[in-house]
């Protein structure tokens, strides 16, 4: 079977567990495996596959989560899970869907893929310490929307997946990981610490190929960007950002510098 195709099943998996497994053994794909980048495959029903619960609300109805408590503690690790779940599935869902891209494209989302599996599987387990488990609360599908919106092109999915959302979780790790300290669970900050440590090197991908795929359309990267943004309704970002891990991600500095912008304060005359 093409590579890609196998990929889609996984996607189509509903078993968060068998999901995980499937994910995590892309890893090891030898690299003699055939990945027939040319061939189209109809999407079918069920993307992507998920289980019975959590039930799915919007991003406003999902109730905000204190980390001083057990229960608070369990339900804000399964907003993180959650992310984590969804983003083993967008990896995925990169990999069959877009067809015509070099070998080195698929198999580093399948590497991400994989990365993104051991998060969710470090969380679930951390999780289950607190008596809980993947689907006991309530979550919002934030990251999936923005996935169907660019489903029709690659250079936006990789634009405002990657780059974007994703690269939300690098602002965002820190102050939950002293969140988490400060709560006494060390080994939730722990957690946070690899995922950050890995999400670098998944947004720095979608950099790469963001640029490549720039280049072989004769765009300009920064301008593009912007445009993207309007065209798919991608959320504007907001401070505090984390620049030393989006630099190292491989963002400019002239992207930088404009989110140095963005950050400062507003001076009223």
Not at 224 to 230: A, I, K, N, S, T
Not at 233 to 249: D, G, I, S, T, V
Request: aromatic letters at 8%; glycine letters at 6%; hydrophobic letters at 50%.
């Amino acid at each position: 079977m093409n590579a890609r195709r196998a990929v889609l099943l996984a996607l189509c998996e509903t078993d968060p567990g068998t999901k995980v497994a499937a994910a995590r053994a892309f890893a090891s794909l030898d690299s003699a495996v055939a990945i027939d980048p040319d061939e189209v495959i109809d999407e079918p029903p069920g993307v992507p596959g998920r289980p019975a619960t959590p039930r799915l609300l919007e991003a406003l109805q999902v109730p905000s989560r204190s980390a001083f408590t057990t229960e608070g503690r369990a339900a804000l690790l399964h907003a993180i899970a959650h992310i984590e779940f969804n983003a083993i599935n967008l990896a995925l869902d990169v990999v069959w869907r877009f067809a015509g891209m070099p070998a080195e494209f698929y198999r580093d989302w399948l590497r991400v893929a994989a990365e993104e599996a051991l998060h969710f599987d470090l969380l679930r387990t951390h999780l289950r310490t607190l008596g809980h488990d993947y689907g006991d609360f309530d979550a919002h599908d934030g990251l999936w929307t923005m996935a169907e919106r660019t489903a029709a092109d690659v250079l936006a999915r990789i634009a405002l997946v990657p780059r974007t959302l994703e690269a939300r979780g690098l602002d965002a790790t820190p102050p939950l990981q002293a969140k988490f300290i400060k709560a006494g669970d060390l080994r939730a900050a722990g957690i946070l610490g690899v995922i950050l440590r890995d999400e670098i090197g998944h947004v720095a991908i979608g950099n790469h190929w963001y640029r490549w795929l720039c280049s072989q359309r004769g765009l300009d990267p920064e301008t593009l960007y912007d445009e993207l943004v309007v065209t798919h309704q991608a959320p504007r970002l907001r401070a505090p950002f984390n620049f030393e891990a989006r630099r190292a991600a491989g963002f400019s500095q002239a992207e930088l510098d404009a989110l140095a912008v963005a950050a400062a304060p507003r001076v009223t005359p």
